[in-house]
């Protein structure tokens, strides 16, 4: 009888495993065939073919853009204020705080502005894009849209994947600057460092190589958080909870990409030793 128990256990658990194996291949099957309708339809307006307004790509412009500028400094600014606190307590102890501006200058313009711009406008945007083109799909919005020959990938898809790839570089320049800015607060108040030191010790390593690793990580950034929020909003559920599922899963796929195509860009810059 224990064997038994223990062999239907058994089994249960490798059922459960196969079945979330199943699942996520074909998820990953899915999510496959989105990117590349997503480039099919990149391709389509590259050729003047695509069908969309330009007000909607300028509307998201705006919206992904200007008006996420704000966010993007407060928690940038209070970034740079808390790594140059920590590096401030440690340097000292060698004598050697004033190159906590060198440390901020390579982290924040090599990865640390990227990544914080990109995880804020994954809970911020990509959670608006899924929640938008969500609650079309539960509205039978998009199915009118089928119906009058119009694609959904270009009407409602490229435009937001338009404009989050050509904000989020912009947007993670500005974080790289706001980031150094609140370090150099830290140094003058802590440290008693002049402005004209802080920003000649930062200026001497930041390096052309760091700065466009951060904004290509950025570029990347934005076409992931775009992806993943316009595939979770078109494949919504039609029920009452289905738009707070997509979005939920359209920040936590955000997150874990941004994570994921971070650690495969550090791997390739190391092998090209850039």
């Known amino acids: 009888m224990q064997q038994s128990k223990i062999t239907s256990w058994a089994q249960n658990i490798c059922d459960s495993v196969g079945d979330y194996t199943l ?8 999510g496959l ?4 309708a997503v480039f099919a339809s990149v391709g389509r307006a590259m050729r003047g073919r695509a069908v969309f307004r330009q007000i909607d790509l300028w509307g998201e412009l705006e919206k992904a853009g200007i008006r996420a500028v704000p966010i993007a400094c407060l928690i940038s ?3 740079g204020v808390i790594i140059a606190f920590v590096g401030v307590m440690q340097l000292e102890m060698f004598g050697a705080e004033i190159y906590v501006a060198a440390l901020l200058a390579i982290a924040t313009t090599r990865i640390l502005g990227a990544i914080m711009t990109g995880i804020i406008m994954s809970g911020r945007t990509g959670a608006a894009y899924a929640a938008e083109i969500g ?13 009058m020959g119009v694609r959904p990938m270009d009407f409602l898809v490229l435009p937001r994947v338009l404009a989050l790839t050509i904000t989020m570089p912009i947007l993670t320049i500005i974080a790289d600057i706001v980031g150094i800015l609140g370090g150099a607060c830290i140094a003058m108040t802590l440290m008693n460092v002049s402005m004209t030191e802080y920003w000649k010790m930062t200026f001497e390593w930041i390096t052309f190589n760091n700065f466009a690793i951060g904004v290509l990580h950025g ?3 934005g076409w992931v958080i775009a992806i993943c929020g316009c595939y979770c909003g078109l494949n919504t559920q039609r029920s009452a909870d289905g738009i707070g599922r997509a979005t939920t899963r359209a920040v936590v796929y955000s997150i874990v990409w941004c994570i994921v195509v ?6 390739i810059f190391n092998w090209l030793d850039i």
């Open 23 to 30: 699942r996520m291949a074909a998820h990953v099957r899915d």
């Open 33 to 36: 065939q989105f990117c590349g």
């Open 77 to 79: 600014f209070m970034i």
């Open 135 to 147: 609650s079309m799909q539960v509205n039978q919005e998009i199915d009118a849209l089928r119906t």
């Open 219 to 221: 570029w990347v950034y």
């Open 262 to 267: 971070t650690a495969i860009l550090t791997l």
